[in-house]
């Protein structure tokens, strides 16, 4: 076990990195086919094709996810996922060709780099080929290149954040892998200690936290129609080996977003478009009932959090958990 969301069997995971505009996208190949769950929580999420993975839609499995920066411009690099998917037989059989299924949302990194730099087709395409069953580069890489965290005041007072992932196993040859880019309006918490691991800065020059749940909770004057802030999302997607139906997967997709609240606070706000999305590659039988995968799924993804943060690179921008915490060891 490697400790990461690949250790399913099954599953590659590729990036695309524009260092240049700070953008990227990452996608999680599932090509044979899993059975796909979702649980959206934030009230802004920018998707495609997520209406497959509710229940009495025809098709059962999806073939891919794929998580990308750009806000809805980024969508578009959901057709080069598609292409490679189409070029080697893979998705839905309509007789003249495969549909591959891709299940997308974006995060909304417009503001940390080039905004007029997108991921596109190309990037979607890019990701798959550079895709693998082995390590998983994490941090400032992919849909985490331009991913920050903490921001209230907008940029200006935030962190970097990035992208993370682990796995876990459990009884009977269960394993659960999580993938999570943060890009939230709140902070990151130390899920053991409840400290500030990065987020919301006390000025634009200071390394020092301050709480976003304290300010808001005090009444911040900045959140109010009209001036919002704007920059977040964060997206995760869980896998296992388990054999769980589409309702199960949903479950499991439900109960792994609990890691989030978990770790980031706030979490899913009005202005977060939160989606957690769930694969069940269906190897092994669940011992007991889907709570097992669903447990192992939050604490993967408190995992990919916490990994997500402290691999984070600010690019000389910003402060990344490493500048806020000089001392700590990037594990």
Do not use: W
Request: with cysteine; aromatic share 4%; hydrophobic share 45%.
């Amino acid at each position: 076990m490697r400790d990461v969301i690949t250790d399913v069997a099954g599953i590659k995971v590729g990036h695309a990195s524009n260092f240049e505009g700070y953008t990227g996208c990452t996608v999680v190949l599932c090509e044979e086919g899993a059975i796909g769950g979702i649980d959206i929580r934030g009230s802004a999420p920018g998707t495609r094709q997520v209406d497959s993975l509710f229940p009495l839609h025809l098709v059962s499995k999806v073939h891919a996810v794929l998580l990308t920066g750009g806000s809805s411009f980024g969508l578009d690099a959901a057709g080069g996922v598609a292409r490679y998917l189409e070029e080697r037989g893979k998705g839905f059989d309509v007789s003249v060709t495969h549909v591959p299924i891709v299940p997308t949302a974006v995060i909304f990194d417009l503001l940390f780099g080039d905004h007029a730099t997108r991921p596109n087709a190309d990037m979607g395409y890019e990701a798959c080929m550079a895709a693998s069953s082995h390590e998983v580069p994490e941090g400032s890489v992919g849909v985490g290149t331009g991913a920050t965290i903490g921001k209230l005041y907008e940029l200006s007072r935030a962190s970097k954040g990035g992208v993370g992932t682990a796995s876990i196993t459990g009884p009977g040859g269960l394993i659960v892998g999580a993938l999570v880019v943060v890009n939230a309006l709140g902070d990151v918490i130390d899920s053991e200690t409840g400290a500030l691991m990065a987020g919301l800065r006390e000025s634009e020059t200071s390394v020092r936290l301050v709480s976003t749940a304290d300010l808001l909770c005090q009444g911040a004057e900045k959140i109010h129609l009209g001036h919002a802030p704007v920059g977040n999302t964060t997206l995760g997607v869980v896998a296992t080996n388990a054999l769980l139906t589409r309702e199960e997967a949903i479950k499991m997709a439900q109960m792994a977003n609990n890691g989030l609240a978990r770790t980031i606070s706030p979490i899913s706000t009005s202005f977060d478009g939160d989606v957690v999305f769930s694969l069940s590659l269906g190897q092994v039988q669940v011992a007991a009932d889907v709570n097992n995968a669903g447990m192992l799924a939050e604490r993967a993804v408190i995992r990919a959090v916490r990994r997500a943060i402290v691999k984070a690179e600010g690019f000389g921008l910003l402060p990344a958990h490493r500048d806020l915490h000089p001392d700590s060891v990037a594990t």
